[in-house]
């Protein structure tokens, strides 16, 4: 049965493309603390006020949800998933992102982005210190088109 995900790859990327070995595995070189997740959410909050904030249980991503279309993601790591319906656009704000996707590794800095069509197996990183992106999302992100492997 095939799998119901392209493994071709993204378009789009304005990055350096690279390789990357376990992406997905946390490396203890950054750790969000409870005061970090405080400033960031304050510094999110009010940046874009009105915004959900949602932080992952690992604590190693927070989303500031704007509307369906737009978020604002502070992340160390995410993990791989893909959606069925939403193509992505990863734009690197702060910090620098490696994401993977499609079997490949890209590099990014602020300015850089990259475009997850659906199906496309991803995940990210960030070096050092938690990259900040926007996420634009077409159609609108659901959790219900978010499916986690």
């Given at each position: 049965?095939?799998?119901p995900?392209?493994?071709?790859?993204?378009?789009?990327?304005?990055?350096?493309?690279?390789?990357?070995?376990?992406?997905?595995?946390?490396?203890?070189?950054?750790?969000?603390?409870?005061?970090?997740?405080?400033?960031?959410s304050?510094?999110?909050?009010?940046?874009?006020?009105?915004?959900?904030?949602?932080?992952a249980?690992?604590?190693?991503?927070?989303?500031a949800?704007?509307?369906?279309?737009?978020?604002?993601?502070?992340?160390?790591?995410?993990?791989?998933?893909?959606?069925?319906?939403?193509?992505?656009?990863?734009?690197?704000?702060?910090?620098?992102?490696?994401?993977?996707?499609?079997?490949?590794?890209?590099?990014?800095?602020?300015?850089?982005?990259?475009?997850?069509?659906?199906?496309?197996?991803?995940?990210?990183?960030?070096?050092?210190?938690?990259?900040?992106?926007?996420?634009?999302?077409?159609?609108?992100?659901?959790?219900?088109?978010?499916?986690?492997?």
């Amino acid at each position: 049965m095939p799998w119901p995900f392209d493994l071709a790859g993204p378009t789009g990327i304005t990055g350096e493309l690279g390789t990357f070995e376990n992406l997905a595995e946390p490396t203890g070189d950054i750790v969000m603390t409870d005061d970090q997740l405080s400033q960031y959410s304050a510094e999110l909050l009010h940046d874009y006020p009105g915004a959900h904030i949602k932080i992952a249980d690992d604590k190693a991503e927070m989303v500031a949800e704007i509307d369906g279309f737009r978020a604002i993601a502070v992340i160390e790591r995410s993990q791989p998933h893909f959606h069925s319906k939403t193509k992505e656009i990863y734009n690197v704000l702060r910090g620098t992102l490696h994401v993977a996707c499609g079997g490949r590794g890209y590099a990014l800095k602020p300015g850089e982005s990259i475009t997850i069509e659906p199906g496309n197996i991803h995940f990210a990183r960030g070096v050092g210190t938690p990259a900040w992106l926007e996420v634009l999302c077409d159609p609108a992100w659901t959790i219900e088109d978010y499916l986690l492997l």
